[in-house]
């Protein structure tokens, strides 16, 4: 934009000239062009030939831990290349801010930086931007250096109480799949689940239905802990950082991540867009999967927790079940009643939604269950979680 208001006054300088053969505006006007002729070869020599490259110290890292980027340039040129801007193309929350710079000739230089990464979910980071323009600034020209890399940044967990993790599941013993080595009795078919395994499909009933068809077993039961998360738009509050989704989803991180070091089978299911399944294993693994797909969660998913349910009851009878909701707990009783029918040990974090938004009704008092333990988490309560029973 400098460099047209430059060319405009070279022009009126020349008009002038013209018209009153004054020698001084002539002279005025060549320095002005050679001015322009100069900045503009400026810029270009300045970047000419450098090179460089971006690098990562990972693809994935935590909410709240920062991510190291480092930079290599070189310049193989006998120039000297000073006033260079570097910087960084991200849609992270926070970007390291530009850097000035200068490389001397035939040269290499490595420049380090440690991006904040605050926020879960999937980002951009890179290329990298390198920069320059005349002393003047009239004339501005970039290179790009390096390719874009996605960055997956995984929700925060927080510590938990160890009692939540030792009581064993009701009813367990008088669950039973047989003795070893004899193979358990199909009572039934039903429409495939995600997370079924493919030994589990009925191949006959899928072909004379049309669709996938799923065994049921007689006597089922598992050790398994399934995370139900609740993710129904109607039911969220709160704003940023502190609503009901960002503390939903930092709880189900934080009992994934305890069930794991205590060596059991963990399990997910949660209805954002689509419903989601994360068949139960062990193992590291196992939690990346499970955290990867709590890293994109959104809250406006339009399926009540008790359909959730209902499309997962298979699963896992006889396990132990972890529900997280701020939904009222009339709209998903029924389910829970079956579930404790069941013989399944229910633990229930429920968010206190008048907490983050007034207009939504307080919790009231619950039934006190032999099978259930409830616990109320409240806003501003994330870090201790509230494990008070409620």
């Known amino acids: 934009m400098r460099s047209l208001w430059v060319l405009v006054i070279l022009a009126i300088v020349l008009v002038l000239g013209w018209n009153s053969g004054f020698s001084l505006l002539f002279r005025v006007s060549l320095l002005l062009a050679i001015g ?31 991510l190291e980027v480092r930079i290599e340039l070189e310049n193989p040129s006998l120039l000297f290349r000073p006033w260079l801007l570097l910087k960084i193309k991200s849609d992270l929350p926070q970007v390291p801010p530009t850097k000035m710079l200068a490389l001397s000739y035939r040269s290499a230089r490595t420049f380090n930086f440690s991006v904040p990464c605050p926020r879960r979910g999937w980002f951009h980071l890179g290329p990298a931007v390198l920069a320059s ?26 510590g938990l109480a160890p009692s939540l993790l030792e009581a064993p599941t009701p009813g367990l013993e008088s669950l039973s799949l047989g003795r070893a080595g004899e193979t358990p009795l199909v009572r039934g078919v039903r ?58 989803v930092t709880v189900a991180a934080s009992l994934c991540k305890a ?11 949660t209805w954002d867009h689509y419903l989601q399944v994360v068949p139960p294993d062990t193992g590291t693994p ?3 999967r499970i955290l990867e797909v709590l890293s994109t969660l959104a809250g406006r998913g339009n399926a009540p927790l ?85």
């Open 259 to 269: 069930y794991m070091e205590a060596g059991r089978s963990i399990a997910l299911a």
């Open 133 to 158: 323009q005349d002393p003047f600034g009239l004339f501005h020209r970039e290179i790009t250096l390096g390719t874009q890399q996605d960055l997956l940044v995984y929700p925060k967990t927080v």
């Open 306 to 390: 008790s359909r959730l349910m209902a499309q997962t009851e298979q699963h896992w009878l006889g396990s132990t079940l972890a529900i997280i909701t701020p939904s009222p707990e009339e709209t998903w009783s029924s389910a829970l009643h079956k579930a404790i029918r069941w013989d399944n040990r229910v633990i229930l974090f429920l968010l206190d939604a008048s907490t983050f938004d007034k207009k939504k009704p307080p919790l009231g008092p619950s039934p006190a269950h032999d099978q259930i333990t409830r616990y109320r988490v409240r806003r501003g309560e994330l870090w201790q979680l509230g494990l008070a029973a409620g």
């Open 36 to 66: 322009l002729v100069l900045s503009r070869l400026w810029v270009w020599w300045n970047l000419r030939g450098v090179k460089g490259n971006i690098e990562t110290s990972t693809t994935r890292v935590q909410a709240g831990q920062r």
């Open 191 to 248: 429409e495939y689940l995600p997370g079924d395994s493919f030994g589990r499909i009925h191949w006959p009933s899928s072909a004379r239905m049309g669709k996938l068809m799923s065994k049921e077993l007689e006597g089922e039961a598992s050790h398994d802990v399934w995370l139900l998360l609740d993710m129904e738009g109607r039911g969220q509050a709160g704003e940023s950082d502190e609503n009901t989704v960002e503390y939903g």
């Open 286 to 288: 196992q939690l990346w």
